[in-house]
């Protein structure tokens, strides 16, 4: 896949899946990978920019096999953020279908 496609979708991706529930970096990095090729090394940079923004927050969790987790959780502004995305991406994604088919993106 391109990697411009990948680093403009990466950060929705993320924010998507922290919907559904709390989950910790490499939990993140396996779900995401089912579908896009990445690196732990791609998604904790995001991680702490999204945390910087106060879209997410964190907290430790103890851990079966281990060291304790850091889980990262949506704020209510990320909540927020998130479905603003999904609906410019849905968006976007229509517009990029209609030309790609041969529209024109302004119908």
């Known amino acids: 896949m391109n990697i411009q496609f990948k680093k403009g979708v990466l950060e929705l991706c993320v924010l998507a899946l922290l919907t559904k529930k709390n989950r910790y970096g490499y939990d993140l990095v396996n779900e995401i990978s089912k579908n896009i090729e990445i690196s732990e090394g791609t998604i904790y940079p995001l991680l702490r920019r999204l ?4 879209w ?4 430790l969790q103890e851990s ?3 060291a304790p987790r850091k889980y990262y959780k949506l ?3 990320g ?9 410019d991406w849905e968006d976007f994604v229509e517009k990029v279908n209609g030309l790609l088919s041969g529209g024109d993106m302004n119908e």
């Open 51 to 54: 945390k910087n923004v106060g």
């Open 64 to 66: 079966r096999e281990g």
């Open 75 to 77: 704020t209510q502004s």
């Open 79 to 87: 909540q927020k953020v998130t479905e603003e995305m999904k609906a």
């Open 56 to 59: 997410v927050t964190t907290y």
